[in-house]
């Protein structure tokens, strides 16, 4: 096409074709980041998960195409995506105690989804429910019918074995969530298949 274009250019003394009209074909595709949205129960039986949240949080907040969402959550609900980059002010930050509103949680962090076949939201609790547990697989299956890639982290004890709520967690699955116990390292390697 460069070719064709610039013909008329030909210079029949230098025996050179001038170029004044490249034409570029882009291979490139516009790709759209992934918001990845961290909802974290810090109710009093999760403080051994904390530590493991906070620094999830800040590796993912370091990576680039990455939108990253720190949400925490006991019954009240409190967004820390603006310090989601520093795991020490995090741990500063979050208080435990208190019971467990996951369904609360869920329908905040919905309403914070623009894109919902580019969005992971990732549930790090024991899947104890002390609020509405109809609300919450409601919001689960709307969730998945609308294309967000939804992860539950099941809550590790101080020797990293798993500890929740195993018929909920289940409820949580047949509504299109992956559930899974996973240490950090292993945490990675899932949101990065999930992304691809």
Known sequence: ATISADLKHFDPERKKLLIETPIFNSRSQLQFPWDIILCVDQSASMDSSIMYAAVCTSILASLPSVNVHLVVFDTQVVDLTHMAHDPVEVLMTVQLGGGTDIAKAMQYCEQKIKNPSRTILALI?????????????????????????????????????????????????????????LTPEHFADWIAEVMQ
């Not at 809550?155 to 116990?181: C, F, S, T």
């Open 125 to 181: 609790s024991d899947f104890c429910e002390g609020g509405s547990l109809s609300e919450l697989l409601a919001t689960v299956s709307r969730l998945n019918e609308s294309q967000v890639k939804l992860l539950g982290l099941a809550a590790l004890n101080e020797a990293a074995q798993p500890e929740y709520d195993i018929q909920i967690g289940q409820k949580l699955a047949n509504r299109g969530m992956h559930v899974a116990a």
